[in-house]
């Protein structure tokens, strides 16, 4: 499935769960697919457009205010359903500590337990934040139907952040053995 397509499924499942600006559609997709996918506003903006143009979506005028809501049409749900049979597209291994820790004898054992350390505080925040996500979930009933299949991806991304924990702290025992031995 091409990057475009990626970007439109994202796009359509968002409005599909409820109609929304292109801001808020931004602000969901970071704060609620953001442990597996990101859509920037260079990404959301055009895409919007381009769904619009082939009727997957449509404008409503928010009251009062100069924003516009976009909320998905029969056709976009039709869209959605075909992206979503699709096989996912396998994600390319991009992983800056692996390749820094790889070449960590470069660096030396301080400066590798100092980006152990950060993976580690950022997996322990991440982790707390699916669970308050989690906890947002089961009270929203505007998500009723949906919950089931958010807490999923939510118990997915709980699981990467404990494995993570877990192998940062194996990590670091690891990097004092060699910081002793140095």
């Given at each position: 499935m091409p990057r475009s397509d990626q970007s439109q499924t994202a796009i359509l499942g968002a409005l599909s769960i409820m109609p929304m600006t292109g801001y808020a559609l931004r602000e969901q997709i970071r704060d609620t697919l953001g442990h597996f996918?990101?859509?920037?506003?260079?990404?959301?903006?055009?895409?919007?457009?381009?769904?619009e143009q082939q009727n997957l979506v449509?404008?409503?005028?928010?009251?009062?205010?100069?924003?516009?809501t976009f909320g998905i049409t029969a056709a976009g749900i039709t869209r959605l359903r075909e992206l979503l049979a699709e096989p996912p597209q396998e994600p390319k291994p991009r992983n800056g500590l692996m390749l820094r820790l790889f070449f960590g004898a470069q660096l030396g054992p301080d400066a590798c337990r100092e980006l152990v350390i950060q993976a580690?505080?950022?997996?322990?925040?991440?982790?707390?934040e699916l669970e308050a996500t989690r906890q947002?979930?089961?009270?929203?009933?505007?998500?009723?139907?949906?919950?089931?299949?958010?807490?999923l991806t939510i118990s997915a991304g709980?699981?990467?952040?404990?494995?993570?924990?877990?192998?940062?702290?194996?990590a670091l025992a690891q990097l004092a053995e060699l910081g002793s031995t140095a």
């Open positions: 996918w990101n859509e920037s506003f260079g990404q959301i903006y055009p895409t919007l457009a381009q769904l449509e404008r409503h005028p928010s009251d009062g205010s100069r924003s516009t580690l505080e950022q997996a322990e925040a991440q982790l707390a947002d979930l089961i009270t929203d009933a505007a998500l009723a139907e949906a919950a089931p299949y958010i807490a709980e699981y990467s952040a404990r494995a993570t924990i877990a192998w940062a702290n194996e």
